[in-house]
């Protein structure tokens, strides 16, 4: 069945670089999202990429989707103890309001 | 703008009780949904409305109710509250993915509720 997989945590210390990924199975999806979500609040789209690109850089953050390994990742730079908060994958589905989400990647920066 | 509001931010129920946790958009978004978030499973979607008096049941629907009269208001109903329904509760909507729509989902901030 569709399914988007993810680790439930990660840890790094501050100042370094951050890969948290995502392994999804319905490779007919149009868009794929990174959302956070930061303690207590709803969760907000962090950045995205379309389904034809291998690469999107936004400052610190650089995604990257492999299509032929069904996998997206998530890079950030210099992580912060801002950046400490839960990270989903998620994948929705040209003429549809279909979208499946990963279970969330706990991020935890150590000082 | 205000996007996704939600109320109540917080409940704590008792078994058996019943409640509406409230939905309101104003991004005139024809998509709006329930999820809730329990630790380690994620989002699980409860119901889903493209538009106004149209709803579906999601992956979880069983013991809530939904309605969609306006295209702004999304209203969730706890018919008889249980403990197992203690969750996180979100709301979210987006418009229809298109050429210059990348179908991003808007999060209200989540109503907690405890069924004790």
């Known amino acids: 069945g569709e399914d988007v997989e993810q680790s439930l945590f990660l840890s790094v210390r501050e100042g370094d670089s951050s890969v948290i990924n995502c392994t999804y199975t319905?490779?007919?999806?149009?868009?794929l999202y990174w959302y956070k979500q930061e303690p207590g609040a709803g969760l907000q789209l962090l950045t995205y990429?379309?389904?034809?690109?291998d690469m999107k850089q936004d400052q610190r953050l650089t995604v990257l989707l492999n299509k032929k390994d069904k996998h997206l990742s998530l890079r950030i730079a210099d992580t912060q103890t801002g950046d400490s908060a839960i990270y989903f994958c998620a994948e929705s589905f040209s003429g549809t309001y279909k979208y499946i989400f990963g279970t969330g990647t706990r991020l935890k920066v150590l000082a | 703008n205000a996007g996704v509001t939600q109320t109540p931010k917080f409940q704590v129920l008792k078994t058996g009780q019943s409640m509406t946790l409230q939905c309101a958009q104003d991004?005139?978004?024809?998509?709006m949904s329930w999820y809730r978030q329990d630790p380690g499973m994620g989002l699980r979607l409860i119901h889903y409305?493209?538009?106004?008096?149209?709803?579906d049941q999601g992956e979880v629907p069983n013991g809530y109710n939904v309605s969609r009269s306006t295209t702004e208001d999304f209203p969730l109903r706890l018919l008889s509250a249980a403990p197992s329904q203690t969750s996180v509760y979100f709301c979210?909507?987006?418009?229809?993915?298109?050429?210059?729509?990348?179908?991003?989902?808007?999060f209200g901030e989540g109503s907690r509720l405890t069924v004790l």
């Open positions: 979210a909507s987006s418009s229809e993915q298109g050429h210059t729509n990348t179908g991003e989902l808007f």
């Open positions: 319905d490779s007919s999806s149009t868009y």
């Open positions: 409305s493209v538009g106004a008096g149209i709803t």
């Open positions: 990429i379309f389904s034809n690109m």
């Open positions: 991004m005139n978004h024809e998509y």
